[in-house]
């Protein structure tokens, strides 16, 4: 068997199409554009890449669009001082902070400081809460999962009934959250991680594999069910000296040469998962300032 790759460029071209038909109608009733904040301390050049892009995208869909960046050296109280400022701007829908935050400065009490009401992210405990509660209608939902159940439902469509996915991985950013969305369709979800004892044999029973582990090329092919999707959200830079010297290429967490072989379908890397992850925060953008107007909630399944 060869493996149908599943496009995530495509797909996330789609919903951003949609994106921007929803924040024009958004325009045409509220007088305003959708705003979204992004706010990035520090110069990992990688979190740099990540947020021009998310500002480009916003920018494209008719967004308000602000970038903040704050020096390494700021302190927490600033970064807080910030978000306090973006909670209370009206024109602002969305707050998203690039992370990894700098050491020094609590990840989780600036995460808990933002307005759930505009957590694009889907990060603070309310909008966690709500997905675990199975209230995900009422959550702003994480992006890399929304975005990786989009991919795995283009190919299985939206129930999972009788399904067993593994997801190895245990993140709060994607493991977690992935897992909830995948029980919300009816799989039955094995949550696996790094420490987990017969790893390859509990892969080897996934109808669907969301690897989400954060180690390059971990899962082999012979980890594989025949016939299995597998979603591959790791995004891993590795040396490439054949690409000559001081060069890096991207892998995910998967072999996905040797997995190729033996699923039905996959996600590449790059191309996959990621370019979802920017799509889904631009619908979150438009998703929290409809909600926060009081008007429907907009749909981007595709
Ligand atoms: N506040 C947040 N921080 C981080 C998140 C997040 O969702 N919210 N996720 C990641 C980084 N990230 C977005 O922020 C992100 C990662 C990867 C991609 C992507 O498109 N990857 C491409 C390859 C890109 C490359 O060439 O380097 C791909 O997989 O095709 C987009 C967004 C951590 N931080
Ligand atoms: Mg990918």
Known sequence: MTA??????AVAAVVLDKVRLASAAFKDKTGRPPGLAVVLVGEDPASQVYVRNKGREAEAAGFRSEQHTLPVSVSEAEVLALVGKLNADPGIDGILV???????????????????????????????????AGAADKALVPCTPAGSMILLESVTGSSLAGKHAVVVGRSNIVGKPVAQLLLQRDATVTIAHSKTANLAEICRTADVLVAAVGRPEMIRGSWVKPGAVVIDVGVNRIPAPER????????GDVATAEAMDVASAITPVPGGVGPMTIALLMANTVTAASLREGLPRPVFTV
């Open 4 to 9: 149908r790759i599943i496009d995530g460029k």
């Open 98 to 132: 690039q992370l990894p935050l700098p050491k020094g400065i609590d990840t989780e009490r600036v995460l808990l400081a933002i307005d759930p009401a505009k957590d694009v992210d889907g990060f603070h405990p309310i909008n966690v809460g709500l997905l675990n």
């Open 244 to 251: 000559g010297e001081g060069k890096t290429r991207l892998v």
